[in-house]
């Protein structure tokens, strides 16, 4: 069973940075794909980026594309750290923010099929995101 516990949200101005963490345990297969997803009331859940913990590929949605950074510390066994460096960030970027892991799954990236929130097996509780104008 796949954990996975975020930290890092707060609240920050217009312009500003922050970086988000994901810790992630209970692994069983490195062919999984860590993601950021983020949530604001009355919106849909939207992809933000994606990495391949066994490979290291990412990929972005087009509305943080060089401004959002997904980074990984590790697999270490079982175990992985994904971050997100949000920089630029906006007031349309308050949401709140969650970690998702799809295990064994095949070409998420290549598919595009990262970006849907259903392709997902784990979640985290999530952490809030307030950008201040």
């Known amino acids: 069973q796949v954990q996975l516990v975020e930290s890092g949200g707060g609240s920050v101005q217009a312009g500003g940075s922050l970086r988000l963490s994901c810790a992630g345990s209970?692994?069983?297969?490195?062919?999984?794909?860590m993601a950021w997803f983020r949530q604001a009331p009355g919106k849909e859940r939207e992809g933000l980026a994606v990495?391949?913990?066994?490979?290291?590929?990412?990929?972005?949605?087009d509305s943080v594309k060089g401004r959002f950074t997904i980074s990984q510390d590790g697999p270490k066994d079982t175990e992985n750290t994904v971050y997100l460096q949000m920089n630029s960030l906006k007031p349309e970027d308050t949401a709140r923010y969650y970690c998702?892991?799809?295990?064994?799954?095949?070409?998420?990236?290549?598919?595009?099929?990262?970006?849907?929130?259903?392709?997902?097996?784990?979640w985290g509780q999530g952490t809030q995101v307030t950008v201040s104008s």
């Open positions: 990495v391949h913990i066994g490979g290291g590929y990412t990929s972005y949605a």
């Open positions: 998702a892991a799809a295990e064994r799954k095949r070409s998420l990236i290549a598919r595009g099929t990262w970006l849907v929130p259903s392709e997902y097996d784990y």
């Open positions: 209970g692994y069983t297969d490195r062919d999984t794909y």
